[in-house]
């Protein structure tokens, strides 16, 4: 049984920095890219991030593009975002999702195993 579980959530003041990890079991880990989605209340989920099966190809979304960065330790079968300069826009749950494509994907549909999602708070 795959399973995704996201941690490193939580409350910090615009201008901080947190670190999101995502530790995935039951699945062959470097077979799968990874992607970090985050949907805010009344809002439909946003692509933040994607990267590669082996980690060489990185995509973002352009609200976050040079301020957080995505990096895969498929020796450790972990998905991390890193993220600096956070803004108040940034408040969502934060979530890892699995696809087995090569290519950058940035549908929800593409993505066929997603983490339960952690709570990211910005204040301002």
């Known amino acids: 049984q795959v399973q995704l579980v996201e941690s490193g959530g939580g409350l910090v003041q615009a201008g901080g920095s947190l670190r999101l990890s995502c530790a995935a079991s039951g699945v062959t880990f470097s077979t799968y890219s990874m992607g970090w989605f985050r949907q805010a209340p009344g809002k439909e989920r946003e692509f933040v991030a994607f990267?590669?099966?082996?980690?060489?190809?990185?995509y973002y979304g352009a609200s976050v593009k040079g301020r957080f960065t995505i990096s895969k330790d498929n020796a450790k079968n972990t998905v991390y975002l890193q993220m600096n300069i956070l803004k108040p826009e940034d408040t969502a749950v934060y979530y890892c999702a699995a696809t087995p494509s090569w290519y950058v994907v940035q549908a929800t549909s593409s993505y066929d195993y997603w983490g339960q999602g952690t709570q990211v708070t910005v204040s301002s």
């Open positions: 990267i590669g099966r082996l980690g060489g190809t990185t």
